[in-house]
Every structure is written in structure tokens, then in C-alpha cells.
């Protein structure tokens, strides 16, 4: 299993729920009362990921293309993508698709702040960026929802990865907020606080056999770490 599931385990005291990872990639997951399991995304432009860095930096330079050579809509990220990449504007194009296509993480994480940058400047186009990534999290919970089969009346959702508890700018998580409060599921939605290898730890503990309080103690000490 990968991150995002041991990521339930370590934000979840109730030993089930969802997840959204939202890093450099993205990916939610979800395990039930009894064990099942389930995943949507987390193989990027193959299942059509919207959220972590890489898909917001590509969807960037994307809107910046558009402004330099088709006419599009004027955007901060113009400016502070060039900033990102020191160089002139007139070279983001080819030095930021070098940069993503080589997966240059340094400045993949310096355009993805840059995104963030411009939202926070009141960019239109980066607050666009920002809330599809927001609806698209929340529909991905709900599907996960739908596709597991939780018998709970309220569904723990645990946002982890450095997209969301390092985030530079609020908008998607308050879209996710915004959009889970219109479900008819009721969601408690928490920020990680406890690193995901936590929950590996709590995983094997289970399948060792360990009794729910004692499972509970153990996540209590993991999230000291």
C-alpha cells in the first residue's frame, strides 16, 4: 500500500477514512470499517490528476503559452514564473517545459510557489488554477465515498502532503471545505499531523493483532516523533 492509505492510518484515530495527498503528485484513497480499500489517481496524466504540484506547475505554463503566443488572458504568473526561473520572460516557455518534462523538483517546487504567489496577489488565473484543484479533491472523496462502504455516521478525511500542510495559499483547501459541506455525507476533514510512516507502524500493529486502545496509544506516541 502506499503512502496515502498509510496516511488514514496515521491521521485517522478511528483506523478508517480517506485521504488526499497532495505533494508532487496527487492521489485519494480510502479504507472502510472492514478493510476495504480503494484509490483514485496517483499516476498522474494516466488517470487525469488534477491536484499536487507538477499537474498546478504544467497547468501554469500552460496559461502562460496561451498569454505569449495565442493572445490569452494577461496573468501575474507570467511575471513571477520568470522570477522562479531566472530567467526573462520571454524564456519561461522553454526553460519551464524543460524543467517539468526533466522533473527538475527544485524548480517544479519554485513554480509551484509561484502559483501560490500570484493567487495571493489576486490573480484570477491562479485562483482559477487553485479551486479546480480543490473541486476535483472533493469529488475524488466523494467517489471514494461512494465506492467503499462505510457504515459510520461521520467520515474521517485526512489532507496530508506538503500541498496541504505547508501550503502557501488556503484557496484549495477551503474549496474542498466548501464543496464537502454541500455533501450529504457528513465529512470531519483534518489537516495531517502525523508523518504517514506513523501509520505503517499502526498498520502492522493490527494485522500483529493489537487491541483498538492499545493501536490508539501507539498512533498517540508516533505523532510525538
Do not use: H
Request: hydrophobic content about 40%; proline content about 1%.
Amino acid at each position: 500500500k502506499n503512502d496515502t492509505f498509510a496516511g488514514i492510518k496515521a491521521n485517522c484515530e478511528e483506523g478508517y477514512g480517506i485521504a488526499a495527498v497532495n505533494g508532487t503528485g496527487c492521489c485519494v484513497a480510502g479504507i472502510d470499517e472492514i478493510g476495504e480499500t480503494l484509490q483514485i489517481g496517483g499516476l498522474g496524466a494516466i488517470t487525469n490528476d488534477k491536484g499536487g504540484s507538477r499537474n498546478m506547475v504544467l497547468t501554469a505554463l500552460n496559461l502562460i503559452y496561451n498569454q505569449q503566443l495565442r493572445s490569452g488572458e494577461e496573468t501575474l504568473l507570467t511575471v513571477n514564473f520568470a522570477s522562479a526561473l531566472e530567467t526573462d520572460e520571454k524564456n519561461i516557455i522553454q526553460k519551464g517545459f524543460f524543467a517539468f518534462e526533466q522533473g527538475n523538483l527544485q524548480y517544479i517546487k519554485d513554480m509551484s510557489i509561484a502559483v501560490y504567489k500570484s493567487a495571493n496577489e489576486g490573480d484570477a488565473a491562479a485562483i482559477s488554477i487553485l479551486k479546480e484543484i480543490g473541486d476535483e479533491y472533493a469529488r475524488c472523496i466523494d467517489a471514494v465515498y461512494e465506492g467503499l462502504n462505510f457504515t459510520s455516521p461521520k467520515i474521517p478525511v485526512a489532507l496530508i502532503g506538503t500541498q496541504f500542510v505547508k501550503c502557501e495559499n488556503k484557496t484549495v483547501i477551503e474549496r474542498i471545505f466548501e464543496k464537502l459541506e454541500e455533501s450529504a455525507i457528513d465529512y470531519d476533514v483534518r489537516i495531517s499531523d502525523v508523518k504517514p510512516v506513523a501509520g505503517a507502524v499502526i498498520w502492522a500493529a493490527e494485522r500483529a493483532g493489537v487491541s483498538d486502545e492499545q493501536r490508539k496509544l501507539i498512533r498517540s506516541k508516533m505523532s510525538e516523533l
